[in-house]
């Protein structure tokens, strides 16, 4: 279940693996028509559920999640889409009862990624302790340029 949807609607999302670098989102000034996030899956590949997986944007208070993700599989939400600013995000859940974070980071925005191009965040808790994000292209629902 997603909380907060109405603030997913304003969410200015901006993810990536903690490895990745900041990249700024190309100039969108000339088309008008940004490079848009429509929606958030996050993944669970533990072998044990997880719980209160949150990605927040700490500069606006705003944040996306799911109560419970049973081992191995996701929660899938959809939504208009918003407009990509590079904003830090923290992603927060629970293991076993026990609280987990990820530092502060933002998106490496995939180099071919144009003016109008419509993403999905993938959020994916792939090891004990951490976690990490990505782009998805939202028409093929693949990743683009990792």
């Known amino acids: 279940m997603i909380r907060g949807l109405p603030l997913l609607l304003s969410l200015t999302l901006a993810v990536s693996l903690p490895a990745c670098v900041d ?6 000034s000339t088309t008008g028509r ?11 590949e533990l072998a044990y559920p997880v719980n209160d997986v949150m990605i927040e944007v700490p500069a606006t208070g705003n ?4 109560g419970n993700i049973l081992p191995r599989s996701e929660c899938r939400n959809t939504f208009e889409g918003v407009d990509y600013q590079a904003n830090a995000v923290v992603i927060r859940w629970k293991e076993h009862g026990q609280p987990q974070q ?10 071919d990624a144009a003016p109008g191009d419509a993403f999905f965040v993938e959020v994916v808790v792939f090891a004990p302790g951490q976690a990490g994000a990505r782009l998805l292209d939202a028409a093929a629902g693949t990743l683009r340029n990792p």
Do not use: H, M, S, Y
């Not at 848009?36 to 993944?43: A, K, L, N, S």
């Open 34 to 44: 940004p490079i848009v996030v429509e929606g958030v899956v996050i993944r669970n």
């Open 63 to 66: 944040f996306a999640g799911c």
């Open 23 to 28: 990249a700024p989102p190309r100039d969108q």
């Open 102 to 111: 990820t530092d502060e980071f933002t998106i490496k925005l995939p180099q």
